[in-house]
């Protein structure tokens, strides 16, 4: 396949780009590497107090682990949400950002997407090693479900990957659409489960739009998803159901190909347009 | 062709000009996604060979189409019509330095500019040392490019670039860069480059470099390749034409002086006695000064100097040397310099004209580029450089019609 022999040509550029995006983000700063760890803490914090502390969202008690800890329960939820987000974000600039490149130089142009995505996708893995380390305080010996956590990373980057590249070059032909999706993620982030568990929508199943259970259109969420399976894995210690890697892959490879397609399709024209 | 390094077939790119544009969703939305715009056609029916192993010029005004076909080759533009195709691997010198990360150091940046050129790790590493030593950068190789002066980064996106060691090198006017001693490396470099084989195509307006260094040249007007050929036919023809166009301008003039003596006029006067801006190679030219005194003043010195449009200092003269000093001047009056034969290779050129004291060292009225004035064409033609000395090929030895093997023409 030539996408995939293109890809393999330039994976030393798109290890030299993604390098780029990771030394290039923290240099100068005096922290460093420990922002990346500062930001999802600074959250954690708040979040914990606002609804944990002051709104009293019920902490999830861990299935098979009977770990009662919002904090770790909430930052299984937010890592994942964070790559989604970051990735929509820094991906759909990602392009206009290097316009100087591409109108100087040619080289496959996606590697500019897939770097800025798997920068993040690096900083997750770091995350996620710190939180590791914070479970195992409480019992979850997460080391054991690694290969399972690795499938979702995967599937999660493809999936956050499809999006970045559909959005990266529509975001060349219309600049303010880093503005509307801006406004998107918002309502995104509070329609799936990281700072409240969806056991609350559960609940309230009755409820019906246009006719269809509120918890059945709540699931079709590709987030909600990602985020349950994660909390699955890492908070609860249990296998997600197939039913759910199955949607999740279909989800993934059906918006890779589509943002791959829709990549393709306008990137010819990308160094008269930008 | 199979010798072909680029292949240029029936080429045709559009632009949108925009009158309205749709750059934001809101826009598109309100005017139901209906941009209107013109096509402007940069480049139409364009069809070239490049052979391997040649050095390929596309000369032409701003905005001719030239750059763009530069870019369609380097594959950053895609044609809209027809097709271009090209063996080996290819470097392009748009702009030096874009990749660039300021935050980075000049060495992680060497990596990352060299991948996005397309080499390997091992590569880089390997070529390392040479990259630097080409640049003359090893003391700031640690130090983020942000500090670098505009010159030292330039200079290390050229080495990166040149050392990229490709079999198709594309050239945009880039080799103007650094002080004059990198200048002269990358010259080197570049003549190192042609002799091992390799094709190069550039684009310029330096028609003299142009000439020295291209195989072919290909004249580009509005879009369209209007001839091709050897660099030495076109590249005249070109420069006589370009003549044509330009606008007179004295804007570049300075002038200063203590004021006694003016230099009212100065005048140019061919060989029929008319006042021209526009002398053939090999003509007899007049220099004629019209001056006024507004005191008499004890043997004046008049001078002038030469300069080429690019700065050099060509030629200089002045009556005390040419032993022509009058007791005294006051009042008006003219004085004429006659060159019995204009030894410059065509051109454009500027006249510095002065009036100074018998010592040479006050100046009442110094005039510099006072005038500008163009030399053509005259049926002999020499190679380069700035004088015409009139050269003649002869007295081969032994004799053409001995060696058979050779042939003249």
Known sequence: MSVVSELSASRELLANLTQRELKGKYKGSVLGWGWSLLNPLATMVVFSFVFSFVLRVPVTVGERTGIKVFALWLLCGLLVWNLISNGMTAGIASLTANDNLIKKVWFPRETLVLSTVFALVVTLGIELVVLSVALAFYGNVVLLWLPIVLLLVLLLTLFVTGLALALSVANVYFRDLQYLVSIGLQIWFYATPVIYPSSLVKAQQATQVLGVSIWTLYQLNPAFTFVEAFRDCLYDERVPSVGRFAYLVVWSLGTLVVGYVVFRRYEGRLAEEL | ?409
């Open chain 2, 1 to 409: 062709m199979t010798d072909a390094a680029i292949t240029v077939d029936d080429v045709g790119k559009r632009f949108r000009i925009y009158h309205e544009r749709n750059q934001s969703v809101k826009a598109a939305v309100m005017r139901r996604g209906r941009a209107t715009y013109e096509d402007f056609w940069a480049l139409r029916n364009v069809s070239l060979e490049i052979p391997t192993g040649s050095t390929f010029g596309l000369i032409g005004k701003n905005g001719s189409g030239k750059s763009t076909l530069l870019k369609c080759i380097a594959k950053i533009l895609r044609p809209d019509e027809g097709s271009i195709s090209s063996v080996g691997k290819m470097a392009a010198l748009l702009e030096l330095g874009s990749g660039f990360h300021p935050e980075l150091s000049g060495r992680e940046n060497i990596f990352l500019n060299g991948s996005i050129l397309g080499l390997s790790k091992s590569t880089l590493a390997a070529k390392f040392d040479e990259i630097v030593d080409f640049a003359g950068l090893e003391q700031f190789i640690d130090t983020p490019v942000k500090n670098y002066s505009s010159g030292m980064y330039v200079k290390l996106g050229f080495s990166v670039a040149i050392n990229v060691d490709p079999d198709v090198l594309l050239v945009d006017e880039v080799l103007a860069v650094g002080d004059s001693s990198f200048q002269r490396k990358c010259l080197e470099k570049f003549a190192e480059f042609r002799r091992a084989g390799k094709t190069v195509v550039i684009v310029s307006h330096d028609s003299g470099s142009m000439k020295n260094m291209c195989d072919e040249v290909a004249w580009l007007e509005k879009g369209v390749v209007t001839r091709t050929g050897s660099p030495v036919d076109i590249v005249e023809e070109y420069e006589d034409d370009s003549h044509e166009e330009r606008i007179e301008s004295t804007d570049g003039s300075t002038r200063w002086g203590s004021g006694e003596a003016i230099i009212e006029k100065m005048e140019l006067i061919g060989a029929d006695g008319t006042v021209r801006n526009r002398f053939r190679c090999g003509e007899q030219v007049t220099i004629r000064m019209h001056y006024r005194f507004d005191q008499p003043i004890d043997k004046p010195v008049f001078g002038y100097a030469i300069e080429s449009l690019d700065g050099v200092y060509l030629w200089a003269h002045h009556s005390k040397h040419g032993q022509y000093v009058p007791d005294q001047l006051d009042g008006r009056g003219t004085v004429d310099l006659v060159l019995p034969r204009l030894a410059l290779q065509p051109g454009t050129f500027d006249l510095t004209s002065s009036i100074v004291d018998n010592q040479l060292t006050h100046q009442y009225d110094f005039w510099k580029h006072v005038l500008r004035f163009d030399v053509e064409h005259a049926g002999h033609v020499e190679s380069g450089g700035y004088v015409s000395l009139n050269g003649r090929w002869g007295n081969l030895q032994p004799a053409a019609g001995q060696m058979p093997t050779l042939h003249l023409g």
